[in-house]
């Protein structure tokens, strides 16, 4: 199915005074050392007028460019597929890597599509399944469960035209990349809060009926933090989905942004909220949280952000696996 008419009414606005960003630049996004970053911001814009299938191609040259380029990333990526997926001949592993690095840098340029095309054009591309699941649960407090996908700021931004909803973002030192990454994440009217803000407007607003993608699978250290599997690796992973399900009474819905081939677009899959969730223990709703994002990404597991250092937390304070 594709992207429906938006629901949402002038009662989906939320409380002012939950702080969210907003898209104003500031005087200093505006000096000297950010000229070259307006430069490519222009250049990005341009990518917008392309064709979906063309900016593509030109974005999986990108990917590879920057796999063959960024050491570091390549080297990471590396050691999180050869945990993950050790089963895998060093063939199979090196294939996924190079799918991985492609799709990364198509997602790069559709950054642009997403901020500038028109709306019209962004719908055409954009495929929601289970859409009317989704639909029937307003009136209920929603999590959205959004794994760190190269699709997740697409997926994020379209799935707002459908109710009020809100996330939670790291903010990037360079305002100019913050404009360009906002732009599009705010396109449908999702409101953002900035990940130093904390947990209390989070509650706040799910408890105003607004809905949360929330994307909780990074390694933030041991604080609020177990150690459960993630495709048979312990991993260090946060309780707070649990919690926050359990505070406003939420339900959760597992989230799925996938880039289509070519010039195809975007498919977002809505899944059933899920049964007996939280269950009061936090060891138990984590390792949950972490079999429902390990099932939909074994569907495309190269769309994974496997360039984050998913595993530098390890148990017993054992070294980090990226040296």
């Known amino acids: ?8 009414s002038k009662a989906d606005i939320p409380d002012q005074s ?15 050392r950010y000229w070259p970053s307006w430069v490519w911001l222009f250049l990005w814009r341009l990518m917008a007028l392309l064709p979906l299938a063309l900016s593509r191609a030109v974005g999986a040259a990108l990917g590879l460019l920057m796999m063959v380029t960024n050491a570091k990333r390549r080297k990471i990526a590396r050691i999180n597929l050869e945990m993950c997926f050790p089963k895998l001949s060093l063939r199979e592993r090196e294939r996924l890597l190079r799918r991985h690095f492609i799709v990364s840098g198509q997602s790069y340029f559709d950054l642009a599509y997403l ?17 009317e699941q989704y639909q ?17 700021n697409f997926g994020g931004a379209v799935i707002a035209r459908e109710r009020a909803q809100f996330s939670m ?16 994440r705010m396109r449908f009217g999702c409101f953002l809060l900035s990940r130093q803000q904390g947990l209390r407007p989070v509650i706040r607003g799910l408890k105003q009926g607004l809905a949360f993608y929330y994307l909780p699978d990074e390694d933030f250290g041991q604080r609020q933090s177990v150690f459960v599997p993630f495709f048979g690796v312990p991993t260090a992973t946060l309780t707070t989905l649990g919690r926050l399900a359990r505070l406003t009474n939420a339900l959760v819905v597992p989230c799925f942004t996938r880039l289509l081939p070519g010039g195809r677009g975007y498919e977002v899959i809505l899944k059933p909220p899920l049964e007996d969730f939280p269950n009061g223990d936090r060891t138990h709703d984590a390792a949950r949280m972490n079999a429902v994002i390990e099932e ?11 360039t984050f250092k998913l595993f530098k937390t390890r148990p017993g304070h054992a070294p980090s696996p990226y040296g």
């Open 115 to 131: 901020a500038w095309a028109s709306e019209r054009r962004i719908l055409r591309k954009t495929h929601i399944r289970g859409l």
């Open 136 to 152: 029937d649960l307003r009136g209920r407090n929603i999590i959205l469960l959004a794994p760190h996908c190269v699709g997740m």
């Open 1 to 8: 199915m594709s992207a429906s008419r938006s629901t949402k």
């Open 169 to 184: 973002v790291k903010l990037q030192r360079n305002p100019v990349v913050n404009a360009l990454l906002n732009r599009g």
């Open 296 to 306: 939909g990404l074994r569907h495309m597991p190269e769309q994974y952000l496997w």
């Open 18 to 32: 939950l702080s969210f960003l907003t898209l104003r630049h500031t005087k200093s996004s505006y000096a000297p």
